[in-house]
């Protein structure tokens, strides 16, 4: 009897089980391949398709709620080779979890030509990391919808939707800043024997770079520059490598008089200068033996390497700013002090011409009085 009784409630068992598989499909995944966050929470498990290249970037993008364009961690989608991360206040690397999300402040590296690996920062956003190259990604405040990254070595490219908002992904070096993003842009730095240098290139959407004592508002697609930086900041060159683009420099502070209120006011002094192929902007700067204001020398070059502006002022002080001295600006000066010269020049012999014709009035007069005269003695 209580055989008959255990051989019915296996069999009522199985049948439930094949009841619940064929109403709600698969059963679910193994514990194992359950993916977890970085604080051991499981997260929904999304489905992936590996292309046939084995691309970093190929596989579809996990998507982030509406109104949230990035998630709250950045997640390692896809790694492939010899990938690391360093966890903040950790002293060593460690390998990196493919599917796993880890906190703002974690740096990461692909070791090895072979290596490549795409960490998701949010729905169609994320960065593609290639073989020797790293970057970190920036500790921001709970609830901060902005997300920055630093370049640390090698080639990666950012790709964001083109509709991103402005200012909310930025990338950064110790020479420059990469703001206002959209759509995809490619980076390669590498640190030099006296500082570093970095090629910057916007392939879709648009981009821009600020810097100190420069800044460019506005890069398109196939628009790239490579800059150089020393070691200690006191130098800063950009060269152009593509497009045609405008650059913005700064050329200290004026001081302006209104004409109207007769009130004096200090205003930034700017000079617009096109980089385009082979043309170039150096910028030197000398820290001053007191005070932190520093004097600085901002020049451009032709694609021809010939000098066409030079300006030298000291930050914030308008009584130390030399203003233009370019060889155009020089040229310039000359022709205006020739200008003044040959209008002072007249006025003088305008002037001699005058008291000449005034003379020339008064002598017949004279002339006249003195015949008279000599008449009135002769009788």
Known sequence: MNKIVKTLVCATAVAAAASADAQFGEPAADADETVETAAGEPAAEEEETVAEDGDAAAKPAVKAPDGKPFHLMPLCRIAEGRCECRLPGA???TEIEEGRFYPL????????????????FGYESEVVVYGGAAFGAMPAPLGDRHRTIALMSGKITVKLPRNLEPGLFTVTAPGFTACDLAGES?????????????????????????GRHFDIPRMTVANELRIRT???????????????????????VVSV???ETKEERVEPKT??????????????RAKPSIGERMSVTVMTFDANGELKNRCAFA???????????????????????????????????EE???????????APAEEEAGSSGDGDDVF
């Open 91 to 93: 002293a060593g690397w």
């Open 105 to 120: 402040g974690t740096s990461f590296r692909a070791v090895g030509a072979e290596s490549s690996m795409a960490v998701q």
């Open 186 to 210: 490619r980076y390669s730095y590498a640190t030099t024997g006296d500082g570093d240098e970095a090629v910057v290139r916007c392939v879709t959407g648009v981009m821009a770079l600020k």
């Open 230 to 252: 020393s070691q200690d900041l006191l130098f800063t060159g950009l060269y152009g490598n593509s497009g045609d683009f405008e650059v913005r420099l700064d050329q200290g």
């Open 257 to 259: 008089v209104d004409f």
């Open 271 to 284: 000079l617009i200068w096109r980089l385009s192929p082979k043309t170039a902007v150096r910028i030197h």
């Open 315 to 349: 930050e914030g002080r308008p009584e130390i700013n030399t203003g233009e001295q370019g060889v155009g600006a020089l040229a310039e000066q000359d022709a205006e002090r020739q200008r003044k010269a040959a209008e002072a020049a007249d006025a003088v012999s």
């Open 352 to 362: 001699e011409g005058d008291e000449e014709e005034e003379s020339s009035e008064e």
